[in-house]
């Protein structure tokens, strides 16, 4: 497998703030440890959509001394995406973030999107319908329909339909498609701008996220694959990868664990959880995936996340 290229999620290092002294500090320390890159937090570390020209400037000039770029922006809002109260804000908080990461050459920018609903099924009664089966054939040499039907079981049977399909049309969960309708803004805003939004594993299956991404072949829309959120919440990461492919742009090296006695699942260090890395790495060279590796979770004690994401790292680099 090619080198895996680490990057270091600076909001869970603690104590940053948007001083160029402060950022100068602990992007040396980045660099220091061998990660090639970072992902900045869009809303805590700092207000991307409100850089101005000149904070841009310093930005990129500190990175080009530290030979570090940009790996994402994580943008995270109050809400989802399928939250209707005040959608309209949250979409273009979320444009006004990928405007900045194209200035600041940051080609994704990274959000939970809300929880995706079950899709709709796509199977289809064409097929029973068109096809000339052993019923329609009967009609056709002047059978008739077995005794005691109903209309309704009848007519079915003369069309070739299964007597229990149901000429009802289907209940699409509204959230569905309005999180397609956002999806698909963001996608085309994303082509007309030059940075993408990636939207991060965790609350759904894997497939149910891959088939709300495909609906639009128009729109491009990334995916953030984070095997410890996945894990929480009682889905595979495994059939993730494989429903997702070559969507994958970038990998949140975070792993989780079922805790049985509370009931719920926790988020813990690279290799102390129940991610197979070694596994994920080998599916993930069969796409192929060559994008980084972020190390770094939400929630780390700020006296220990350094120790942490060292020793994250150099897991990583020992696989």
Not at 100 to 113: D, E, H, K, S
Not at 128 to 151: Q, T, V
Not at 198 to 226: F, Q
């Amino acid at each position: 497998m090619a080198e895996i290229k680490i990057a270091v999620r600076l909001d869970s290092l603690g104590n940053v703030n948007p001083s160029a002294a402060s950022l100068r500090r602990v992007l040396s320390w980045v660099a220091a440890s061998g990660a090639t890159s970072v992902e900045l937090c869009g809303r805590r570390v700092l207000n991307v959509s409100e850089l101005s020209d000149t904070a841009v400037r310093t930005l990129r000039k500190i990175l080009d001394d530290l030979n570090l770029r940009i790996a994402s922006i994580r943008f995270p809002t109050r809400h989802g995406f399928d939250h209707l109260e005040n959608l309209d804000r949250r979409i273009e908080a979320t444009k006004a973030a990928m405007r900045a990461a194209y200035r600041l050459g940051a080609p994704l920018v990274v959000n939970q999107i809300g929880p995706v609903p079950r899709p709709p099924s796509s199977a289809s009664n064409d097929s029973s319908r068109s096809g000339s089966g052993s019923s329609a054939s009967g009609l056709a040499i002047g059978g008739l329909p077995p005794e005691g039907l109903s209309l309704s079981e009848a007519l079915a049977w003369a069309t070739g339909t299964p007597p229990d399909a149901s000429s009802e049309p289907e209940t699409v969960d509204p959230r569905w498609n309005t999180l397609r309708e956002v999806l698909d803004d963001l996608g085309r805003f994303g082509a007309r701008t030059g940075a993408f939004f990636a939207a991060e594993t965790g609350t759904e299956p894997g497939e149910h996220l891959a088939r709300l991404i495909d609906m639009s072949s128009e729109a491009y829309i990334a995916v953030a694959l984070n095997p410890g959120q996945l894990i929480i919440n009682r889905h595979s990461v495994p059939d993730a990868v494989a429903a997702l492919k070559d969507r994958i742009r970038i990998v949140n090296a975070v792993d989780g664990v079922l805790d049985l006695s509370a009931g719920r699942g926790i988020a813990v260090p690279v290799g102390q959880g129940t991610a197979d890395f070694p596994s994920l790495l080998g599916q993930l060279e069969d796409i192929p995936y060559r994008g980084p590796f972020v190390v770094g979770r939400s929630g780390m004690a700020p006296e220990t996340a350094p120790h942490e994401i060292m020793q994250s790292i150099e897991y990583l680099r020992n696989l």
